[in-house]
Structure formats: C-alpha cells, structure tokens
C-alpha cells in the first residue's frame, strides 16, 4: 500500500511540473546549444567520453542549460549526483555531502559529482571547505554560475577546474527547443491538435533573448491560454505568441544580419554626431530585446575610440553608465543609455589616440623590440643602483616649468597627433610649447610665464565652446 501512495505522490509532483522541467534533455543528443564546448571533439565532450571529467564551473546566463548539463554530466558517467544551492545551503551541509561522497569511494569505488549552483554565493571561506576534496578527486564539483567565476570564485578552486563559458541560445537552437515541445508526447504537447505559425516560432526564438526556459513558458502559457475541451484544434499565430510573452513583435534578427546592421547603424550614428538617428537606433534594440548591457559596451568602446581626448569626459560618463546599467536593468536603464547616447553624439570627435595604440602595438608585435633607456631604468635596489640604473634622470617637477628635455623612448617616434577639435585643441598647444623647449633648452626658464596650464579646472566643454 505505501508503494501504491509513493507512486500517486510521485505523479502528483510531476503533473505540477512545468514545460520547461519537463522537457529537460534526458541525453546529451537532445542538448541545445554550447557546440563550443559540447560538440562532437570538443573539450567537454572529449572529457565525457573518456570519463576523464574534471571539476569545472560552468559560468553564463539564466536559462542556458547549466544545471540540465550537470545531470547529464552525472548520466553520463555514471557518477552519484548531489546538488545544492549555494543561497540555501551552508558549511554544515557542504561538509556531510564531502563526508557521503567519501565514504562512497571508499566502500563502493563509486565516484560522485556535487552540483553547487549558484557558487558564487559561497563566501571565500565557505568555497575554501571544498578545496582538499577537490583537489584530491574526493569529488568533482560543478560549479554554476552567473557572474564572472575569475571574480566570484577563489583563485585556488578556479586553479583546480576547468571553466566552460555558455553562451545564450541561438534562434534555431530555441526553434529547435519549442518544436521538440509541440511534438513530444510524453512530456510535451504530442497528443494535441496544436499548429504553430512559424511567425510565432521565429518571435519566441528572438524575443526570448537566447533563454530556453523563457521560451517554453511563453510556449506553455499560449497552449494553455488556447485550450478548449481538447478535441478542439489549437492554432498559435504571432498575436497570440506576442500575447504569451506581453511584448509587440520587431523585424530584428537578435543574432543575424539585423543584429549586426542595427548595431552599426547606431555606431555610425553616435560617429557622424546625429542624436535623432542614434536615440531611435537604441530605441529599436531595446524594444526587440537586445541586451542593454551589450549596448553600453559599444557605448564605451566608442567614447575612446571616436571621441577620445577630444571631450575626455565621454569614457568617464560611458563608464557611468555601464555601471548604472549593470545595477538597475530595464526599463529604467533606457533613460541613462539614451543621456549617454546622446553625449556620445554630440561631442567633438577625434580618433587620435586609437590610432595611437594601433601604431604602437603594431611596432611591438613587427619592429625591433627598444631596450629601456639606463637613466629610466629601476634604481631601487642597491645591486640595481651600482650597475648605472637610474643615472641622469631629471625629475620634471623640479623645473620651474614641470617640464625638462630628456630622452624618454631611446628613438625618435611619433604616435600619438591631436587632432584640432575640442580639448585636443589645447593637448596641441601643450605639445607645441613642448617641442619649443627642445629646440630652445636654454629659454625653458624664460618662457615659463607663457606654459599653457594643462592641468588647470577649465572644463572640456568650456574649451570648446571657446574653440
């Protein structure tokens, strides 16, 4: 009788389950996504084959199959699988499970795997409790997370395992995911009269940002939502696809040629000063999804590379805003993009110092490598001090100017040219005044009432309102 109520029990549990639990993949062929790692020849896949599994931590968005892959991974092997959550769980508990594990190779020869999601809520002290045993092969931990692990996780453990980046799920591995669903009919929606548009498929496969689990709940809620008496046939179209995720449906490939052409639009956009053509550029990436994150690293690279020491307040607020964006998320985070966004447009420009470091690394990847000048040399050990290190140099602030002509590179060179636009007008002059001082040393002391102040507390946007 009490197996008769385990097995009602049991399937009570599961009749409460989810599309997305249900249709976990029960073997690595039904796995999507991750080729990178997981494709035939692979590191991981190799490493699975040869039962050769390691500790690793498995690093990257929400819904992108990290804990779906440990169980396989235990499956796979044949490993004893435990898991817990690094938010619930503390030392107490990791320490019965290294105990378990333990006892379990040594009576068994069984080995096991224990899955900690969330790992980077371990404190340091709390992750040093697994170092020995996972250092000794005790167990083989898989870590999950969503942060940085080189960040969040200790030095020592991230040492001792080998660490897997996911990536968010392709449109076709999403597509592949919800016709797997619809088709199923065991766990899915097999036994059903359902239809599909492929316009309700390629929007949950854009809208759902790459997330698996995202797209099977809007997936779940539309069929639900549509259900008659059972018999009745169930057509999904695109208003109701739109419906299930409460979003309006774009023309914007999240991975594809949109992806790639909106984003250079935007850039462009930001380039050729134009913050009308810009504001509706990021206006159309955030209605179709795109990540905000990612839109504010173009934002920074752009603030140096296109505008650079023309107004050097635009990677101060492009750095602003990734963090602002970072900690407050959508909607809100629009507002910052677009203050940020328009900045980037209208301030001068000048690509002076990408061209600068583009000069100067291709010189150090194909020239000669130049020795560091004796008199720049390090002279803080005394060893250092006897063989001539150090020797000569001139310190510039004790100058009358702040400036004296000394040898710096050993060659003569020129990388860096500012361009006559914005604060770069001003770096110009400095320059200028520098090079007068190399030609005429012994008037250094009597043209020091001229020196342009570089230094002084007139802002970038007043330069260049006077330029």
Request: charged residues 25%; negative net charge; aromatic residues 8%.
């Amino acid at each position: 009788m009490a197996g008769l109520w385990d097995t009602q029990r049991e399937a009570n549990l599961k009749s409460a389950e989810p599309l997305s639990v249900r249709m976990r993949p029960r073997n690595l062929d039904e796995f999507a996504g991750q080729e990178h790692f997981l494709g035939s020849g692979k590191l991981l896949r190799r490493m699975l084959e040869a039962d050769q599994l390691t500790s690793v931590i498995f690093y990257g968005p929400p819904g992108t199959g990290k804990t779906t892959l440990a169980e396989l991974c235990a499956q796979f092997t044949h490993r004893h699988f435990e898991r817990a959550n690094a938010a619930a769980v503390g030392v107490k508990e990791v320490r019965f499970v290294l105990d378990e594990a333990r006892r379990r190779l040594e009576n068994d020869g069984k080995k096991t795997i224990f899955f900690l999601d969330e790992i980077h809520r371990f404190n340091r002290a709390q992750q040093d409790v697994l170092l020995g045993d996972v250092e000794r092969g005790v167990i083989t931990l898989i870590g999950a997370t969503t942060e940085n692990p080189f960040f969040s996780v200790n030095s020592p453990l991230i040492s001792r395992s080998q660490v897997f980046g996911f990536q968010p799920l392709s449109e076709d591995d999403i597509a592949f995911v919800l016709r797997r669903a619809v088709a199923d009919p065991e766990r899915g929606y097999g036994t059903l009269p359902i239809t599909v548009d492929d316009d309700a498929y390629a929007f949950w496969s854009t809208a759902s940002d790459g997330d698996a689990r995202r797209a099977l709940t809007a997936l779940e809620i539309a069929i639900l939502s549509s259900r008659g008496d059972g018999s009745t046939p169930i057509e999904i179209t695109l208003d109701v696809a739109e419906q299930s995720m409460q979003r309006k449906a774009v023309v914007y490939d999240g991975t594809g040629d949109e992806h790639y052409d909106i984003i250079s639009a935007f850039i462009k956009s930001m380039r050729g000063s134009d913050p009308d053509a810009a504001i509706y550029w990021l206006a159309r990436m955030l209605h179709a999804g795109e990540d905000p994150l990612f839109i504010a690293r173009r934002v920074a690279i752009l603030a140096s590379e296109d505008i650079g020491n023309a107004d050097p307040r635009a990677v101060q607020i492009a750095a602003s805003t990734y963090d602002i964006v970072h900690r407050i998320g959508m909607p809100e985070c629009r507002i910052t993009l677009a203050q940020a966004v328009i900045y980037m447009a209208t301030a001068p420009k000048s690509n002076a110092s990408y061209a600068a470091i583009n000069a100067a690394m291709d010189d150090v990847t194909h020239q000669r490598t130049i020795p560091v000048p004796k008199h720049l040399m390090s002279a803080t050990r005394t060893e250092k001090a006897r063989m001539g290190h150090g020797q000569g140099y001139q310190y510039a602030h004790n100058a009358p100017d702040g400036y004296v002509d000394q040898e710096y590179l050993g060659v003569d060179k020129t990388y860096y040219t500012p361009s006559p636009r914005g604060y770069e007008q001003r770096i110009a002059q400095y320059m200028q005044w520098i090079t007068e001082q190399q030609t005429t040393p012994t008037q250094s002391t009597l043209k020091s009432s001229a020196t342009p102040n570089h230094a002084d507390n007139t802002s970038p946007s007043t330069t260049m309102a006077d330029s």
